[in-house]
Nanobody, 120 residues
Framework: QAHLVESGGGWAQAGASLRLSCAAS????????MGWFRQAPGKKREFVSI????????RYADSVKGRFAISRDNAKNMVYLQMNGLIPEDTAVYYC?????????????WGQGTQVTVSS
């Protein structure tokens, strides 16, 4: 059974950095895309970033481009999100996802989420 656990969330001041980690277990995810979505209060969950298995394909939401960086370690079944230059609009619950479904337009497997709060 697939299991994803995020960590690294918390409170930060505007301009600061946080690094989110996601540990995947229960199966091998090295052949599937992994990435991040987020959901702010009162808003729908939105795409943040995705990385292909080899890392040759990476995409970011326009709102985080140039500030966030995704990476993964297939040997450890881990995916990371380095968040720099945080702004209050980045406040959200961040969800790690694995194995992209084109038909669904989202990941098949999800973590439980980690809260990120950015204060001005």
């Amino acid at each position: 059974q697939a299991h994803l656990v995020e960590s690294g969330g918390g409170w930060a001041q505007a301009g600061a950095s946080l690094r989110l980690s996601c540990a995947a277990s229960g199966r091998t995810f090295s052949s599937g895309a992994m990435g991040w979505f987020r959901q702010a209060p009162g808003k729908k969950r939105e795409f943040v970033s995705i990385m292909s298995p080899s890392g040759s394909y990476i995409r970011y939401a326009d709102s985080v481009k140039g500030r966030f960086a995704i990476s993964r370690d297939n040997a450890k079944n881990m995916v990371y999100l380095q968040m720099n230059g945080l702004i209050p609009e980045d406040t959200a619950v961040y969800y790690c996802g694995a194995n992209w479904s084109s038909s669904r337009g989202e990941f098949i497997y999800w973590g439980q989420g980690t809260q990120v709060t950015v204060s001005s």
